[in-house]
């Protein structure tokens, strides 16, 4: 089973949801971070992709957003960076089976490159280079940098991990609707950001976070104007509320797949959650997906 024969035979495949908020659900502190449950917790990570799988995920990601040296440094875990990866990625594969893939997450390192900030390209590679090959060596079967905002680091995260995968690796990025349309915090449009990427080598490109799906649907529209490389689209449940205190994501499973057939319209081939999402939004959109399959 690889992606291109999957994608060939079903047009649309289905992606995980959120890993945060099943770790709080499973007991996660806030400020603890994820990435500490690969080893003190392993149980729980594996079960978040099993639940996945078993709502139909084709595709699970692995508990390793913030698994690079610089946000692990932070928390003290910086030592057990090759462990955490290898492991996040046996773990997830451990849940897949034969049923899904696990493309392995690389989020943002939190530094500035220069000369906004003081971290190098070559040091922003090497990073991001570090943490793909633990990774890989856990088995994963792709690699997704996703939830960037400055496309100097995601470029830099794509060629590090081209320098240790010869696989699929995904470059998704965030956008907020502005007065002027999307972009980036960092001010990176869609159009912009699909055209380097797939110049840089992307495989796959895409937009994850930030916007429910139906501001995703507008913004894989933009991208597919300049792209044909396969679109990665995960969005929230949709937009962040403040109840009680604390961010809450109210689309429901229902809401999110009134918009599935739109976001496949716009371009899109790889759809699952982000922030807020749950299994039973994925169950949601596969069983869209599979009913859509049905009528072909």
Known sequence: MDLQSMLDDRGVLIADGA????????????????????????EAVRDVAADYVAAGA?????????????KLEKADLADCLEEINRRAAELSKEAAGDDALVFASMGPTGE?????????????IEVFAEQAAALVAGGAD???VETMTDLGEAKAALAGAKQQFDGPVVVSMTFDRGPKGYATMMGVRPEQAAEELQAAGADIVGSNCGQGIANIIEVAALMRQATDLPLWCKPNAGMPKLVDGRTVFTETPEETVSHFEALVEAGARIIGGCCGTTPEHIRALAEKRNAMLKRR
């Open 19 to 42: 890993w945060g908020t099943q770790l709080a659900e499973r007991g996660l502190e806030p400020g603890e971070p994820p990435e500490s449950w690969v080893i003190y917790q392993p």
């Open 58 to 70: 084709e595709i699970v990601l692995t508990d390793t957003f913030g698994g690079n040296r610089f």
């Open 112 to 124: 500035f490159m220069e000369p906004l900030g003081l971290v190098t390209e070559e040091e922003m």
């Open 142 to 144: 792709g690699l997704l």
